[in-house]
Structures are given as structure tokens and as C-alpha cells.
């Protein structure tokens, strides 16, 4: 079973930074590309930024030059540095990878989300 803790959401003024963490465990064989999604009130989940195993990026026009993703592949990790918040980019903020695992005997690359993280940015 795999399982994706994210960490590092909070209140921040506008014009401030955060961290955010997602650490992937469990029987893994593989990981592939990682990322962060978010989703505001009302609004459908949206892509933020994401990584492939080889440090390939991609980011939401958005978030560019604010935004920093990156990853640890020893450590199954995958890190958003969040910079010049502003009141829009408040939203519950879900990591994903895409996983090779052995799940009730069949190895196969699925999808993980994590519980999501919030992030609050006050004017």
C-alpha cells in the first residue's frame, strides 16, 4: 500500500513564502512524475506544477517565476517552494505521483493523491 503525506501548508501574509512537503512510503518499485494540484472553493482542481523523475518541469502560467518544484528521489519526496503569495493562490494544495507498485499481485504505475495541505494567504 502506498500513501503520501504532505506538510508545510499555513496562514501566510500576502507577499510571503512556505515549503511544502509530500513524502511518498510503502511498497514502491518506482516513482514517476510528481506534482501539485490545488483546488480553491468552488472551483475544479487545477495543475500547479509537476516534475518527472529526471527533473523535467512543468508549471502553470499562473505560478511561473513564484513557484518552485523540486525532488528527492532518494528520499521519495517531492518539495513546492511557494514564493510572492498572493490571495489567489489560497486553495487546499494535493500532491499526486504516479507510482509502479505491486498491488494484490499486480505490478502496475497508478496514481496517488495525498489528504491535501492548506494554504491560506491573507491581504
Known amino acids: 500500500q502506498v500513501q503520501l503525506v504532505e506538510s508545510g501548508g499555513g496562514l501566510v501574509q500576502a507577499g510571503g513564502s512556505l515549503r511544502l512537503s509530500c513524502a511518498a512510503s510503502?511498497?514502491?518499485?518506482?516513482?514517476?512524475?510528481m506534482g501539485w494540484y490545488r483546488q480553491a472553493p468552488g472551483k475544479q482542481r487545477e495543475l500547479v506544477a509537476t516534475i518527472t523523475s529526471g527533473g523535467s518541469t512543468n508549471y502553470a502560467d499562473s505560478v511561473k517565476g513564484r513557484f518552485t518544484i523540486s525532488r528527492d528521489n532518494a528520499k521519495n519526496t517531492v518539495y513546492l517552494q511557494v514564493n510572492s503569495l498572493k490571495p489567489e493562490d489560497t486553495a487546499v494544495y494535493y500532491c499526486?505521483?504516479?507510482?509502479?507498485?505491486?498491488?494484490?499481485?499486480?505490478?502496475?504505475?497508478?496514481?496517488?493523491w495525498g489528504q491535501g495541505t492548506q494554504v491560506t494567504v491573507s491581504s
Open positions: 499526486n505521483a504516479r507510482i509502479t507498485n505491486n498491488d494484490g499481485g499486480l505490478v502496475a504505475l497508478r496514481s496517488y
Open positions: 510503502g511498497s514502491i518499485f518506482s516513482i514517476n512524475t
